[in-house]
């Protein structure tokens, strides 16, 4: 991406970001810890700034949104408070669901639930579809409700680290 572009897509991002928290340009300033007039100069569509790193952690810090995302390098915009642990987390409790699930699926049935590209008689592209959906949701979950997901945050990182621990001493 040329300079030009890349500064254009920051001044969008900064005017989306504005707009999508009803901020002012003076609150989001101080959201993010930063001059209004550095910050206006930042969102100029004609003639921007560009801002520096220390600017950029600032309003990425100040508005919980990836570094990457902000300058155009990613078209996620998960907030850093969303650690790689809790994405494992995420991804753990996914898991244990749909292997709950196919237990219980089991259970009701005398003949084996998996088939040819089928679980349970529904697809393994649609129940695969589906999990990752529910990993999506619960990732927006941990970064817009800090990890309240039926389980806390807490009771999750207890469960997970406690059958790492459990694995760890079964392989020695």
Request: some cysteine; glycine content about 6%.
């Amino acid at each position: 991406m040329a300079d030009s572009e890349q500064t254009s897509e920051v001044v969008r991002r900064l005017h989306s970001l504005r707009v999508q928290r009803g901020y002012t340009i003076q609150q989001m300033a101080q959201v993010c810890s930063i001059p209004k007039s550095s910050l206006e100069s930042y969102m100029r569509f004609e003639g921007a700034r560009k801002p520096g790193l220390d600017a950029l952690l600032s309003i990425a810090n100040g508005m919980d949104v990836s570094l990457d995302w902000l300058v155009g390098r990613s078209v996620y915009s998960f907030p850093a408070t969303v650690t790689e642990k809790d994405y494992a987390l995420a991804c753990f409790s996914v898991v244990s669901d749909l292997i709950n699930w196919l237990c219980k699926e089991q259970k009701k049935q005398t003949t084996p639930i998996v088939g040819d590209a089928t679980i349970a008689g529904i697809t393994d592209a649609e129940v695969a579809a589906k999990s990752m959906l529910l990993f999506v949701e619960r990732v927006e979950l941990f970064r817009n409700n800090q990890g309240d997901v039926g389980l806390s945050r807490r009771d999750l990182h207890y469960r997970f680290d406690r059958l790492l621990s459990n694995a760890d001493s079964v392989k020695k």
